[in-house]
């Protein structure tokens, strides 16, 4: 007989919960939507009629019909509340980022081990097809030796919005809201760096937080991650580019499924993460070659998910994995404020 769904408690239906969380957990066989935590049940019931809303996160977790529950409230409430639903018996997945720093993400694993139960961050970059389509091509040794990589998320967002993301409060700016993003990216790529080098700025009039995010990770040998996000690039930069030995690789354009979710489309539909722009592939004198990005799929880390609560399958981001992204987000912000490179201290395993 099939097994029972996995009923998934989201709190907070912002962007994250509505744009992403709802619907790939709705796509994913074995998961069910099954309440939502919000303070406006009826921008919530507009999309799903059937869910049951409650005005209160700690109303959501002390559901005993709840197994899992999903946070993405406003990033300083994700370490509070995931040792709440932890403490509650409940699984937990957190979005990006972790929580506000190394101490508070450790807490929130300390609370998981004592609880026995799953803790996992949501980063969902790693099954977009753009990162995917330069991974491959690394693995694949296309590049020779890596020496030199470049992420952007750059936007034209002149406008400063009334939004706590973009507020003057703890966990706000485009670093906390994007740098877990670019980060964790690239240590899925080369590992964690021995030292950052960053620099943050508010470029826009009014800004309230930092807008524009440009940061380093040096690695042994001579290569250089650069991470590199802001609001004020009309037309858009190359999403990643990428220098080796044997030569060069440029992805313009990113991955479409976000679009995808915000135009309403349901993931896994016949063309759900088709890319069609072509990697470009430099190799010397030659000309460039055209290499196609594979499809990408952000279901992937709920059906990971899913598996892995039900014992079939890994944890599809391990919390020292989230670890990891926190103590570079760290760092990178004291070496900011400090004016200088700062050394990624190893982190023990929890």
């Not at 197994?67 to 409430?77: C, K, M």
């Not at 055209?290 to 892995?308: H, K, S, T």
């Amino acid at each position: 007989m099939p097994s029972s769904p996995i009923r998934a408690g989201l709190i907070g239906y912002g962007y994250a919960g509505k744009t992403f969380h709802a619907p790939l957990i709705a796509a994913t066989p074995g998961l069910q939507l099954a309440g939502v935590a919000s303070s406006d049940a009826a921008k919530v019931h507009a999309d799903w009629p059937q869910v049951e809303v409650v005005a209160d996160a700690q109303t959501l977790i002390a559901r005993n019909d709840i197994d899992l529950v999903v946070i993405a409230s406003p990033n300083d409430t994700h370490a509070p509340l995931a040792r709440a639903a932890l403490r509650a018996g409940k699984h937990v997945v957190v979005d990006k980022p972790f929580a506000l720093d190394l101490d508070e993400a450790r807490a929130v694993i300390a609370a998981a081990h004592e609880n026995d139960r799953l803790l996992s961050v949501f980063h969902n970059r790693r099954w977009d097809s753009d990162f995917l389509g330069v991974k491959q091509a690394i693995a694949d040794g296309l590049l020779g030796r890596v020496m030199h990589f470049e992420s952007h998320i750059d936007r034209f967002r002149p406008e400063v919005r009334a939004r706590w993301r973009e507020g003057a409060g703890p966990g706000a700016g485009l670093w906390f809201d994007l740098g877990p993003h670019l980060i964790d990216q690239a240590l899925q790529l080369f590992g964690l760096p021995e030292r950052v080098q960053a620099n943050f700025a508010r470029q826009r009039t009014g800004a309230l937080s930092d807008d524009w995010a440009h940061v380093v990770l040096d690695y042994t040998g001579g290569l250089r991650a650069i991470l590199h996000a802001s609001m004020l690039v009309a037309g858009g930069s190359p999403r990643f580019v990428v220098h080796g030995e044997r030569g060069s690789l440029i992805k313009r354009d990113a991955d479409r499924q976000e679009a995808k979710l915000k135009a309403g489309v349901v993931p896994g539909t016949d063309d759900w993460g088709v890319d069609p722009d072509a990697m470009l592939l430099h190799e010397g004198d030659a000309a460039p070659r055209r290499i196609l990005a594979p499809r990408g799929d952000q279901r992937q880390y709920y059906i990971g998910i899913e598996r892995a609560m039900r014992g079939l399958g890994p944890n599809p981001v391990t919390p020292d994995e989230a670890l990891a992204v926190m103590n570079i987000l760290e760092t990178a912000q004291r070496s900011a404020r400090e004016g200088r490179s700062r050394p990624v201290a190893p982190l023990t395993p929890s």
